[in-house]
């Protein structure tokens, strides 16, 4: 079937919409618009689109307004989420230290640890070398002061004492024949004296009988002046050799003098020598108990050598240290306490160190209570000094890690025991047990005092 007939491309129909009642425009191209297709389009009309101006804009602005919606909405949330606090974590109550604060008087001490150690201890050291040839007692025997505790050896120093041994007998005998020299030339002397004494005489009788003779006429006066001469010569001899006689009575008292100091020098060294060979058996020196030996059998000593120690364990005392920030309220006469892990023993400060050695200050504690069963010297004991009392401050157990004029956090429990918050405390002055709160704490407050350093990261604990 032809259709004839033709319509302008640019005609349009307008047909209503079913559903809308708008006029939708139609378009009828070519021989469609003929007389045989009139029926056909008469109650349907094709449909098109209908352009609409804006609509890029208005989806431009839709996204744009879904986007800001979006960003607010995420920056409400976060912040939201920021306001929130961070759920506090568990602690089981029963495993921490908790205390309350109080008022009241306060004990201030310092606590150190120590031995005990002998008043008096008695260094025994080698006074000759030699070596080690028996040890007869050993630590812990009861000793008195001629108790011989080893015995050493020493060959050269036993061979040089019997040679000064000899040598004194040797000058001994020296000076048995000097005397009898001596004596025998004082003898002959004495014998020379009486001669020249005796002819001193004759001469003089000679010159007195000259002499009366020369009176009668009976001899020439020469003979008379021969007799005198000879009387006064042999007067003469015989006034030296007495004084000559006098002088080896000195001279020889002085040779017997020298003689016995050589003596006595020899025996001086012999008895050196002696008592270093009697010194090579050690003995103790004085009553107490062998704390040390520090040598053994077949060692070799040198002088000086320490070979033992001899205390009195009666007599001791307890050296502590202290660490050096809390020694400087330590002084001398502050009553102390000494725990020997079986026994309390009171006491007073005696001493104290001037130097700080490894941070810790010696402070000496002289015991004024019996001993308790089992103490001994070198024990371990925990010493404890009273400072100062306090009568009126506010304080609490000491903290861990509580330093003096210090600030430290800790954990404040709630009315209801329920939860601890963290918060800053001042401490002030500090003891053993207990630390006095300058700032940060109320009486009757309870604070976690127990080490936390592993709930570091929170601000907040919930207490089970």
Not at 220 to 238: C, D, G, H, M
Not at 376 to 383: A, N, Q, W
Not at 416 to 438: F, K, M, N, P
């Amino acid at each position: 079937m032809t259709l004839s007939g033709e319509l302008e491309p640019s005609s349009r129909v307008s047909a209503p919409n079913s559903k809308g009642g708008k006029i939708i425009p139609a378009v009828f191209i070519g021989d469609f618009a003929g007389p045989h297709c009139a029926g056909l389009f008469a109650g349907k009309l094709f449909s098109m689109d209908v352009p609409r101006t804006g609509v890029k804009r208005q989806k431009a602005l839709r996204r744009l307004l879904w986007i800001a919606t979006a960003a607010i909405s995420v920056s409400l949330v976060a912040w939201g989420l920021s306001r929130l606090k961070p759920a506090a974590p568990s602690v089981e109550k029963s495993t921490l230290w908790i205390d309350t604060v109080r008022r009241g008087p306060m004990l201030r001490q310092v606590r150190g640890l120590g031995a005990l150690v002998p008043e008096e201890v008695l260094l025994i050291q080698a006074v000759n070398e030699g070596r080690v040839d028996r040890i007869l007692l050993r630590p812990g025997a009861r000793v008195r002061k001629n108790t011989v505790l080893l015995v050493l050896s020493n060959p050269e120093l036993e061979l040089a004492a019997e040679d000064l041994k000899w040598q004194v007998r040797a000058a001994e005998a020296n000076l048995k024949d000097l005397q009898v020299k001596l004596e025998t030339a004082r003898l002959d002397l004495r014998a020379a004296v009486a001669r020249v004494e005796s002819e001193f005489v004759q001469a003089k009788l000679k010159w007195e009988r000259d002499e009366a003779l020369a009176k009668e006429g009976l001899t020439p006066e020469l003979n008379v002046k021969l007799s005198r001469a000879s009387s006064e010569e042999l007067a003469k001899r015989f006034e030296i050799d007495k004084k000559r006689l006098e002088i080896s009575a000195a001279s020889a008292e002085a040779q017997i003098a020298a003689q016995q100091v050589q003596i006595e020098k020899l025996r001086a060294q012999y008895e050196l020598k002696r008592q270093q060979v009697e010194n090579l058996k050690v003995r103790a020196g004085a009553e107490g108990v062998l704390q040390q030996m520090s040598v053994e059998v077949g060692q070799r000593v040198v002088p000086g050598a320490s070979l033992a120690k001899v205390a009195q364990p009666e007599r001791l005392k307890a050296e502590i240290r202290i660490p050096e920030t809390q020694a400087k309220d330590v002084i001398l006469g502050q009553a102390a306490q000494v725990d020997t892990h079986n026994g309390m023993i009171p006491g007073r400060v005696s001493r104290i160190d001037p130097a700080a050695i490894n941070g810790n200050v010696t402070v000496e504690i002289a015991l004024e209570g019996p001993l308790p069963a089992g103490a001994r010297p070198d024990l371990s004991v925990d010493g404890t000094i009273e400072l100062e009392r306090l009568p009126d401050v506010i304080y609490v157990q000491r903290p861990v890690f509580a330093q003096p004029n210090g600030v430290i956090t800790l954990f404040k429990l709630s009315h209801d025991e329920r939860e601890a918050v963290r918060g800053q405390v001042r401490i002030g002055r500090v003891s053993v047990q207990t630390a006095e709160v300058l700032d940060g704490l109320r009486v009757g407050e309870k604070v976690i005092l127990s080490d936390m350093s592993a709930w570091d990261g929170h601000d907040r604990l919930r207490l089970n």
